[in-house]
C-alpha cells in the first residue's frame, strides 16, 4: 500500500545485501533476474518493488509469479497499514495518492485496496505497519530477510593524528593524547603503533588498560542499540598527534576485543606513513 513503508523496507533490504529494483514493471522481472544472475550470480538475493505505479502492467505480477517467472524461490512480502495512518502519512509527504485522481486521497486508498486485495490474500508475509516506526518496521525486515552476517554490527576502527584533522564520518571519537608519546623514546620513534615493542609500550603506561577496561564496554552498550534502532555500522575513531603510534596501538587493541565480542571489525590507519 502506498505509505506503509515501501522505501523504508527497500532501503533495508539493500542494507542487507539485496539487489534492489524499485516501481519494475512486473513483464521486467525474468529479465532482471537473468541479468542478475549473469553479472553477480545466482546466489544474488534480489528485491523487486511493485506497486500500483505500475499501471496496466501491475496485473501481469500475479502471472508472473504463478507461472514461476524465475528459477529462484520467490517470497511475497506485502506492506499496509490503517487508512487513517496511510492518509496521515501521505498528507504529511504532500504527494497525491496514484489512484486519486480528482477524488479524495481516501478514495484512492480503497481503489488500491480493491487492485491490491488478490495479492494480499496470496502474501507469504503481510506487515502491517499502522503502529511501527521506522527503526521497528527495518527491525521486522531483518528479522524476516537477514542472516547472521548480514543482521550483525560491522564497526571501523580507525586512526588519525589530530594535526590533519578528525574523521568526518566518525560516530565516536577518542583522544589518546593523555598517554606518554612513543616518539619521545629514541628505540622506538621510527616504529608505529603496530609494532609489537611500541603497542606494549602504550598499553603498558599507566591509564591505557584502566581506558581499555571502561572504553570497550561503552562501545559494546552502544553498538546493541545501534542494532535495535536498525543501525549496522559504527565508526570508531582514535586519535594522537601524529597518528603513528599510541593511535595505531589502541586502535589495534580496541578492534581485538570488540573482535572476540563477536562484532565484525576492521581495523584501519588512516594517516600511518603521512609523516
Known sequence: MTGAGRSTAAKELEDLGFFVVDNLPPTLL????RLVDESKGSQQPIAVVVDVRSGSFFDSLQVNLAEGATHRQATLLFLEASDEVLVRRQEAARRPHPLQGSDRLLDGLHRERAVLAKLRSDADLVIDTTSLNVHQLTKRIAQAFGTPDTTRLKVRVVSFGFKYGIPVDADFVADM??????HWVPELRALTGQDPDVAAYVKGRPGAEPFLEQYVPLLRTVAEGYLNEGKRFMT?????TGGKHRSVAMTEEIAARLRADGFEVRATHRDLGRE
Open 177 to 182: 593524547r593523555f598517554l606518554p608519546n612513543p
Open 236 to 240: 570508531v575513531a582514535v586519535g594522537c
Open 30 to 33: 525474468r529479465e532482471v533476474v
